[in-house]
């Protein structure tokens, strides 16, 4: 205990001194750090802030520091996490490779690969896009036909990705290859490969929303060194299942952290609708903002009894599947919400007529329709769940 | 308090799960049931209940009780709910306990507390005086008269009301008709009390219920529960408490309803095959599944909310109440629809599960009355 309180003052030290100001207010869209090769810092203190955390590993705490991790405990991290909330620090860095590939590699790759690839995720030097996807491979994941010949001192890869997030800004990217054209399952392959390899073209996908964040991928005869395929040749649908659950509960974290829906509703309800003895005076709204509010609330407690439970060395088996389904659907709703709560202040598309909120909130309800179908569908999911956790026959 | 059970919780419940399913089955309710018996539950089992110690589990060691807590009321009430047991945890173990708890004073919960650990005592909360929960709206008068009360009115829906040795009743002696302020809480032996007429209602769940009227009932000072003009301080409270332990009992009952149609799932066949292996019945299982989750969240940090005296117990009430209500109508509708046909027949329990559903949600607040309330508490 006299330990962990002795970590906490060292960091709160160490966090006044290396948090530079303007990273400490909220974060302006446009300067999230998401790092990389191609990075542009539009604040040179969000740089600033990324080299000190990524230098001492903190933008990966729990990785063991061999990689380039912060090595810390569970009870270290839950304070670094509590002062960085105390001062309101915005995250060093956002990444696909501390959330998704990082966990993936810990388990599955070599020494030399882990050693290679890990530091420079934990540094924010390498951005990774996930090549999963593809036209004809979307629920159907395992169906993908992206095809990787061993060609002695190299593969060779010919294929499309779809609805690779960010490709256009990654540097690396790590795909799902077939590497057995006679199996499914058994015949696909976890593979590595840099973006600037000749042969790698990715073009970003318009979208409702007006953005564009996710990519066509294309790969005409891309030369793959063998040294980086992770794992055993076609067993790469275990660390694919395994990497999805990262993903998922990424999402379902997302949708949460989104999602705390109670009193900015209710006051935005006040706002727009009008207010009468203190109540949002329009009683159909009013049920919609209470539901929103009590969902979110016992959505919440049961993110944290899974967590107790898991502390406590039970486990909740398919509990991925149940967050996913219920965080993404419960995110949509309060999306839905937000913009019937605005009425046509909330369906602006641009211009000065509406405020940047205004606008986002057009733009977000948009994007989180997506939620449901990334990352495994609801449906997906609700097949999980009959199969796995229910055993109901197929 | 976390929201993961303690080791003497899981064996408690164990211990409950057993009992209820060897001593106190389905069929013990059908067969008060179907014998139309006048007490509508089977004292000689809740004997044995008391011996267990489930009828002391709020009461101190001091009196006789286990002192199980909140958590552990919880637990006992969730097996109840698998085989909708009919018997009087909810209107004296909960209720009456709490009440005489928080309002009692030494020589009333020394003359009473021991009685209901030994399951020798019912008690009975009448509070409510339309078909609609409304705890405020309260006509029923006491006047003071010399030393006395004088109650005139009429309480309906009054839980175990017609076997209660004991009422708790909610009347007004001073303030408007809607207020909470001005309400009194008595407690009246309903055997030799003038004035009393208790009837007994029969629900569709064939869980005990009466309507009681008071004409000059006439009262000791003695009787009052707590302070004059204060019972709102003591009512609000059990009531939510009331609301939590309904909540639990629920959970065990949508959990049962849920497992039960799960099996048949499995076994029932048609075009060849079993009827769970249909994606259209798949994905509601799924969905309901994920929504017991939630529900047992939210049942069991309202529990330690009560367990560890938190402020947030009205809210934690509300939600528990609200989802639980919502819930357990959408689960049975849900569960008697997956089982076709012989969902409809007396013969299975589903429709038993589907009718003390309905009680039980309309009980203390629906989900409407829990919204409502859970939004104002907010602010908004």
Redesign the interface.
Known sequence: MEALEQFRSETRTWLEENCPPSIRTPMPEGETPWGGRKASWTNPESKQWLDAMGGRGWTAPMWPSEYGGGGLTKDENKILQQELRRIKARPALLSFGIWMLGPALLEFANEEQKKEHLPKIVRGEIRWCQGYSEPGAGSDLADLQTKCEDKGDHYLVNGQKIWTSYADKADWIFALVRTDTSVKHAGISFLLFDMETPGVEARPISMISGASPFCETFFTDVKAKKENLVGELNKGWTIAKRLLQHERDMISGMGMGTGGGGAGLADMAKEYVGESNGQISDATIRDAVVRQKMDSHAFGLTLQRTNEESKAGQSMGAASSIFKYYGTELNKRRNELIIEVLGTQGLGWEGDSFSTEELSATRSWLRSKGNSIEGGTTEVQLNVISKRVLGLPD | M???LTEEQMLLKDTAAQFFQEKLPVANLRKLRDEKDATGFDRSVWKEMANLGFAGVLVSETYGGTEFGPVGLGIVLEQAGRTIAATPLLSTVLLGTTALQLGGTQTQRQEFLPRITTGDLILALAVEEGPHHNPTQIATTATASGDNFVLNGSKTFVLDGHIANYLVVVARTSGEVNASEGLTLFLINSADTKGLEVTRTLMADNHNAANITFKDVEVPATAVLGSVDGGWDILEPVLDFGRIGIAAELLGLIQEAFDQT?TY??ERQQFG??I??F?A???R???M??EL??????V??ALNALEDRRNDIPSLAS?AK??LSEASQHFTNECLQMHGGVGMTDEYDIGLFMKRARVAAATFGNA?FH??R???L???
């Open positions: 976390g929201l993961v799960l799932l499995k095959v079993p769970g292996s994606q019945l798949k994905h299982m799924a969905e599944f994920a989750e939630v529900c047992r969240s939210v069991l940090d939600l609200a989802r409407g919204r409502n859970y939004a104002q907010q602010g908004f």
